[in-house]
């Protein structure tokens, strides 16, 4: 795979990019996104260097898990910063969603990671959908009992 134009040239002085792909390839990774402060370019000093990857829809929770602690354990060698690797599935539908919009793609399927990302847009509006009739139903409640 050639060199993701996304990821900044200051984000290559702090990683090994084909370190990293070999990680990835080797834990069957979907996809894996640069997200969080190295991918804004709002990094400083103290900065964790965050990656978010995806795993194949058949794996287990269990299996990710363990995955995901590889992953973290050997991309420590190819990067500078400390390196924290999440599952977006494991995240919020919030975060991943940030994570995927904002994120800048590291390794894997472009198409699969857009497509994660209007599936979340779905789910998080669906959520915010559900979040804003409880709203007003507390209200209505409330205002009924004059309260």
């Known amino acids: 795979m050639r060199d993701n134009p996304r990821v900044s040239d200051e984000v290559r002085t702090h990683i090994n ?3 990293f792909r070999s990680v990835f390839d080797e834990a069957d990774v979907r996809y894996a996104v640069l997200f969080g402060s190295y991918a804004t370019g709002s990094e400083s000093q103290t900065s964790d260097l965050d990656v978010g990857v995806r795993f194949a829809d058949e794996c287990s929770r269990r299996e990710r898990f363990r995955r995901r602690n590889r992953i973290d354990s050997e991309l420590q060698s190819y990067a500078d910063p400390f390196v924290d690797v999440s599952d977006l599935e ?19 399927d472009l198409a699969a990671k857009a497509a994660d990302e209007r599936r979340l847009e779905r789910r998080v509006e669906e959520s915010s959908e559900r979040r804003a009739r409880r709203r007003r139903d507390v209200i209505d409640r409330l205002a009924e009992r004059d309260v």
């Open 17 to 19: 990019l084909e370190g």
């Open 90 to 108: 494991a995240l919020p539908d919030t975060v991943a969603l940030t994570a995927l919009r904002d994120g800048r793609l590291l390794y894997g």
